[in-house]
């Protein structure tokens, strides 16, 4: 597909093309990596964070948050309990936190990798490449580093201390180290086009990234972005932006683990997230951060919670009823499954 025939799907409001690409992507889901659902434990393991990207609620400049670091042996623990229940892969993600040094995160990630049979992820911001490759060595089989915004300029107005050519480094460095790599968007952002949009989907493409999450931008009162921010995508267009971009996501990258996001259900409720199930997404990540931390981990407001971690018979259950698919008992790596 063309950049052309990508920009018009995305900017007509006719609710069939709607229909029709979640449908074909559905197929296309089907036909190319099966029904499974893989589910993946999240662990928000620290809100503290050197950087101020704009539209996040962890950016040093909010003054407002508590903020938490999870301990390494508190870590242990609900790792232990996910791996126990039958969690295939656990997400350690955080603020840009410098307190865990490379040496913390390469024991950590060691530990984990001898005492359980699952996937480490980890999604720690940009780091130099060295902690990366160590990282990948110590056992860390996935990260996640959204690129955000494929528009240059937008990047540099969102992110004061980041720059996009750092990013898309990153992206290929953890590609050629062995990672299953993950990126995304947030659709929505003030000052976004839907051109950029087109070439967001366009780079996943391009740089063959393996998880592809994308979700609405919510907007965070502590943050410096105002609330009625211009946008050039209409905010009662962004629910039906999300399945399209998650449908063309499918389509256009054929056999990427896609996930239902944690910000869609925020905003458009489990309906909205249930939509992309059935657009072509076939990742869910649940929140396993333990109480008291898991409501400090505020990139957005949010009021729903988990209560800890759920038993995983449960959640088998709970989502088979919910989608008519199965859980995959595997990792959840991209080529696991390929038909
Ligand atoms: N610090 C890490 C990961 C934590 S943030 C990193 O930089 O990769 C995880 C993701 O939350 C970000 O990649 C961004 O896409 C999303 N996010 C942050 N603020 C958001 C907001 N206001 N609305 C929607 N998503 C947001």
Redesign the pocket.
Known sequence: MEKNEIVQLLITSDRNITKSLASLADTVRHNLVGDDIHVRGLL?ISNY?R?N?L????GNHNRKLKRYRMKPEEILQTIEAAAITGYKTVLL????DMQYTTEIITSLVEEIHRRFDLDIAL????RPDDDYRRWFDAGAAKY???H?TSDPELYRRLHPDSDFETRIHILRFLKQTGYETGS???IGLPGQTVESIADDILLFRELDIDMI?C??????PD?P?PEYAETSIPADAIEDMVIKVTALNRIITRDTMIPA?T?TE??FSARGKLNTLHSGANVIMLDITPPPWKEHYR??PRNKFNDGIRNYQDIIKDISEKTGRPVSPQYGRRRENNR
């Open positions: 928000n964070c950087k990207c539209y996040c609620g962890l993600q955080g603020g840009e999604s720690l911001g940009e996640l580093l959204k955000e995304g968007i947030m999450g979700g609405p931008y919510i907007y965070n943050t972005i996001t910000a925020t905003k990139i957005y």
